[in-house]
């Protein structure tokens, strides 16, 4: 087979066995429809009741436009690949797949860094919360946040797009993710993955870095509150917070921090769909379950859509 910069793909998706294909349709359909529907009530929710249009929610907001779009990225067409067995793909598909995973998976990193920075205003510097936290700062970080992250997925899919590729090679994934796409490439991937490591390292670090130091001031602070009672009510505002951080990261280190040993694995392939898929759907529930503003809001809701009908 002739190398080729804008082959076609075949990803192999979920499982080989095609008995499967009809139960995991099933199964990823009804998670994918729960994190759709799921993203969507939440983001009405804070958009129609006033007492949530605070920088807190504002930013969960943005968290939740954002996994509304990362999940309809990845899922829809694994979906199809498990539908009608047929997992082809075309290069320019994969890459506009490609860029905006990365677009997304970045927001993701950045916004619960963003979302750090504004519990640390809340809670260490409580006074000055509203001056520290004005909309016109909110506005900023959010769209700062989008320029990154856009700025450096066109990068990463700039590098990938030079690359050569054998035509219909198949991807053991169930979409187009970096890792696999350099592992059956048939030109030297050698720059492109430093380049895209780096760029990667120096934006996931520094959002983590920015979550640590964070919570680091807020655990220091908590811990000189002289009342159990107001440590339990400063940590509340944050176990939704820290609760997504921890489930995000963790899926983000068991699929892409892995030894060499491991590639092409199952594990693999598992651990992605946590990262793409279930935490995506699980983080609006984590909102809503573990806040009370937020289900009243939904009472609210849901109160008046009765009282219409």
């Not at 159990?228 to 505002?237: M, S």
């Amino acid at each position: 087979m002739n190398c080729s910069q804008a082959p076609g793909f075949i990803l192999l998706g979920l499982s080989r066995d095609g008995e499967k294909w009809q139960p995991l349709f099933c199964i990823f359909l009804a998670l994918y429809l729960l994190g759709f529907l799921g993203n969507l009530i939440l983001l009405l929710a804070i958009g129609a009741d006033v007492n949530l249009h605070t920088p807190m929610y504002f930013f969960l907001g943005q968290l939740s436009l954002v996994d509304f779009c990362f999940i309809t990225t990845t899922t829809p067409k694994m979906l199809e690949a498990l539908w009608t067995g047929n997992g082809s793909i075309s290069f320019s598909a994969c890459l506009t797949q490609l860029y905006f995973f990365a677009v997304f998976a970045d927001m993701d990193n950045l916004l619960l860094a963003v979302m750090a920075i504004d519990r640390y205003a809340a809670i260490c510097h409580p006074l000055h919360y509203q001056l520290l936290m004005t909309s016109c700062r909110c506005g900023v970080l959010a769209s700062g946040s989008w320029g990154v992250a856009h700025c450096v997925s066109l990068v990463h899919t700039l590098l990938l797009s030079q690359l050569s590729f054998h035509n219909n090679q198949e991807i053991p994934h169930f979409f187009c993710d970096f890792g696999p796409l350099f592992r059956v490439s048939c030109s030297s991937t050698l720059l492109n993955e430093i380049l895209m490591i780096a760029l990667a390292g120096v934006l996931g670090l520094s959002a983590l870095l920015c979550i640590v130091s964070s919570y680091s001031c807020i655990f220091y602070a908590v811990a000189r509150v002289p009342s159990a009672q107001g440590k339990r009510k400063a940590l509340t505002t944050c176990s939704s917070h820290l609760s997504m951080v921890l489930l995000f990261y963790s899926t983000v280190f068991a699929t892409y921090l892995k030894p060499p040993s491991s590639y092409h694995s199952s594990g693999e392939v598992v651990a992605a769909v946590m990262y793409t898929l279930v935490t995506p759907t699980l983080n609006p529930f984590i909102y809503s379950l573990r806040n009370k503003d937020v289900k009243s809001s939904l009472r609210k809701i849901l109160n008046v859509k009765n009282s219409r009908d």
